[in-house]
């Protein structure tokens, strides 16, 4: 006789999402998180893999975009994460967090993470869930109370969990997200942290008591209907910062990444007469921001042409751009500093003009 599922399917939204193969490590089942998401997703074919990195065929960009996009919505990868540490950080984050996830249902031309891992990387989630809680936990416990304030917050060490991965599109697909919100608050000195393009409402029942800040990333509609390829629209993303508010979530705005073109800061003072209409007075008195300045890559550049090349004609404009070696080593564009600088000055006096009580972490 079929068992029942230990949990109910969960309301996925299905045109990004519609698990039907689930690779997977070697003796997996003997975690429980990934005994848990089989049974969330009890009709799926299971394929056994040596590991959850570079699996043939799943990762890069053999293949066309619809292949990429198909992979993202009808694979999952559950595997063991074996590096545990935590990176220095200092600018949205005091430390990066071991995260619980790699890879995205979300298709931004972009992304930073297809620069690694090819653009057909459906999310990967980890499910040694507990020994990465513990991690995290001893790693807090170490530093002790903060005593002096640093640029991502002034008494809590804050740890990043969602760098290379939407952390609200993951909450689909297990409870690893609701389990991270929940150590966070069971940890006195820190909270946590995580950028998203993704409004899962599922998240306003975590009750979060204040220690996960969660940034919503903003850009102009036009240009976000564009370059954000299966993302909340714009204004949900909006409509949705009164509610995380409420619901106990410290919500910041990303406003990221700004890409430069003939008339874009009238464009961003529209934005941010449209969120300052938008919040309570709940909602701003607790904003900050954080603002990053496209960059881009040659080689993504070559891959986005075969399947937006619409995006490219904004994406990558050599005539006002120069190459920059990342601190990972990684060779990518930017706006040419020459342009960039004062280009960033301006863009933070419209934001203070529209948004006075919202101050800026970091620019660049
Ligand atoms: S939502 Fe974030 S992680 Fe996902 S594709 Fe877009 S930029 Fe990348």
């Known amino acids: 006789m079929p068992q029942a599922p230990e949990t109910l399917p969960v309301n996925l939204p299905r045109r990004l999402l519609d698990i039907e193969t689930i690779y997977h490590e070697p003796n997996i089942e003997q975690f429980p998180r990934a005994r848990e998401i089989f049974a969330r997703f009890p009709d799926t074919e299971r394929i056994e893999v040596p590991s959850h990195w570079k699996i043939p065929g799943l990762h890069g960009n053999e293949g066309n975009a619809s292949d990429w996009l198909k992979i993202k919505r009808n694979v999952l990868v559950l595997g063991i994460r074996k590096s545990l540490k935590c990176e220095p950080n200092g600018r949205s984050s005091d430390f990066i967090a071991p995260g619980l996830s790699n890879g995205c249902a979300l298709a931004c031309p972009y992304c930073y993470v297809p620069r690694q891992k090819g653009f057909a990387n459906p999310i990967s989630t980890f499910v040694n869930v507990e020994q990465i809680a513990n991690f995290i936990g001893r790693h807090a416990e170490k530093q002790g109370m903060k005593l002096m304030p640093t640029a991502p917050d002034e008494d809590s060490w804050v740890y990043e969990l969602g760098c290379n991965s ?3 599109i993951d909450a689909a697909i297990s409870d690893n997200v609701r389990d991270m919100v929940d150590l ?19 998240l306003l029942d975590y009750d979060p008591q204040g220690k996960t800040r969660i940034r919503f990333s903003l850009m102009p509609h036009a240009m976000s209907k564009l370059v954000d390829i299966r993302t909340s629209p714009i204004s949900q993303r909006i409509a949705a910062i009164n509610d995380f508010v409420e619901a106990g979530y410290e919500v910041n705005v ?29 909602a701003k008195a607790q904003l900050e921001a954080e603002v990053i300045f496209l960059t881009h890559n040659a080689h993504l550049h070559e891959v986005n042409m075969q399947w937006h090349p619409k995006a490219e004609e904004v994406l990558w404009t050599p005539y006002n751009q120069e190459t920059k070696v990342s601190s990972g080593g990684g060779v990518n564009v930017r706006y040419k500093v020459s342009l960039k600088q004062p280009l960033v000055a301006q863009f933070q006096q419209r934001l203070h003009a529209k948004m006075p009580y919202c101050s800026v972490r970091y620019a660049f």
Request: hydrophobic share 35%; aromatic share 14%; with cysteine.
């Open 184 to 202: 966070f608050k069971t940890i006195p000195n820190a909270k946590c942290t995580w950028a998203t393009k993704w409004v899962n409402r599922d």
């Open 166 to 168: 939407d952390m609200s």
């Open 254 to 282: 990303n406003f990221s990444p700004v890409i430069v073109q003939d008339g874009f800061l009238d464009d961003y003072d529209e934005l941010f007469a449209e969120v300052d209409d938008s919040l309570s007075d709940k």
